[in-house]
């Protein structure tokens, strides 16, 4: 069997999920509903965006409603091949709006557009999460 099929029970076993309210900021009004995927270097608003799509050791999701961020390991990120489009198909099935990434390849960009997700890439290596979601809060 492909490592593909086994790709449900791995992330059953590898994902851990941490969920809390953040206190910056003032709430989200036109932003309801705005889900941000961040790919990341780790767990904490203080990390910075990954600059690698596919093999970004994070993925964080900031529910502008709730103002909640959910922090997920990537479980894909040790793959010989197709972590990039294991991440895509994470992004696409958590519902997000955005995804907030250092680089993205080129075959993965249109899959991710056409399922409705707005892609904002480069930025640079410093830019922290807590910095990129208000930049999408704010309409960058």
């Known amino acids: 069997m492909k490592l593909?099929?086994?790709?449900?029970m791995i992330?059953?076993?590898?994902i851990f999920?941490?969920?809390?309210?953040?206190?910056?900021?003032?709430g989200a009004t036109d932003n309801d509903g705005v889900i941000i995927a961040i790919t990341s270097t780790g767990t904490s608003l203080e990390s910075t965006v990954s600059q690698n799509f596919g093999r970004f050791p994070y993925l964080l999701f900031y529910d502008?409603?709730?103002?909640?961020?959910t922090v997920l390991e990537n479980p894909g990120v040790e793959l010989r091949s197709g972590a990039g489009r294991n991440?895509?198909?994470?992004?696409i099935n958590s519902g997000a709006?955005?995804?907030v990434t250092?680089?993205?390849?080129?075959?993965?960009e249109p899959r991710l557009k056409n399922a409705g997700i707005q892609i904002v890439t480069g930025l640079q290596k410093s830019v922290t999460i807590k910095d990129a979601i208000e930049m999408i809060?704010?309409?960058y």
């Open 4 to 8: 593909h099929t086994y790709l449900p």
């Open 11 to 14: 992330l059953l076993i590898s």
């Open 17 to 26: 999920i941490i969920s809390y309210p953040l206190t910056a900021g003032s």
């Open 64 to 69: 502008c409603k709730d103002e909640t961020l």
């Open 87 to 91: 991440a895509a198909e994470l992004v």
């Open 97 to 99: 709006t955005y995804l």
């Open 102 to 108: 250092g680089n993205i390849g080129d075959r993965l």
């Open 137 to 139: 809060r704010s309409g």
